[in-house]
């Protein structure tokens, strides 16, 4: 389970792994080849590809700058698609197991500030619980504040924010309603590999 997320972990720790996908035979290299298989499935969905668009569409349209409005599409649908999931039974559980088997991973990055790093990410997203405020727009907006923040074409600038805000809750219906088609599409996709 750590390892279907710790790609992600990492990038969100601004850091690197030094385990390669698929060809790591523990338990944690199968979890990230699992998640870099499942993005490739993932980001290549007709459904989240429309998402991506439409979003994107109607951000730009509205006024937002155009790598902001692709930053917070695609970041926005993972967020919310996140938010609905952490409803299902037992991911709440399995989320907070997988943070707390993270027990020696210094192996695990590029950097040697790399561990520090992810054990900061670790301990605050333990005293953070599960994200259910990825279920909460402005929540989101607010995250997505702080994910783009360092990054100038992606930052979301103060004539943004309000933009943003009124596209997050048409965006998270959207998502409500496709992640079924979603979800289906994935499982069967990640059952051919």
């Known amino acids: ?86 409803r299902e039974a037992g991911v709440q559980g399995a989320y907070i197991r997988a943070l707390e088997a993270s027990d020696d991973l210094a192996p695990s990055f590029r950097e040697p500030l790399g561990a520090e790093r992810f054990e900061l990410l670790r301990k605050r997203l333990l005293a953070l619980g599960p994200p259910h405020d990825y279920r909460d727009p402005e929540a989101v907006l607010t995250r997505l504040g702080h994910v783009l923040a360092g990054r100038p074409r992606l930052a979301i600038d103060a004539s943004a924010r309000p933009l943003v805000l009124r596209s997050l809750p048409t965006l998270q219906r959207k998502v409500m309603t496709n992640l079924p088609t979603l979800l289906g599409g994935l499982r069967a996709a990640l059952t051919q590999t």
Do not use: K, Y
């Open 1 to 86: 389970m750590l390892g279907s997320m710790l790609p992600d972990f990492a990038t969100m720790a601004r850091t690197r792994l030094t385990l390669s996908a698929g060809r790591e035979p523990s338990a944690l290299g199968q979890g990230i080849a699992l998640h870099h298989r499942t993005d490739d499935v993932f980001h290549g969905a007709p459904v989240f590809t429309t998402l991506l668009q439409e979003t994107l569409e109607e951000l730009t349209a509205s006024g937002v700058a155009r790598g902001t409005a692709r930053a917070v599409a695609h970041i926005g649908v993972e967020m919310l698609i996140d938010g609905e999931l952490i």
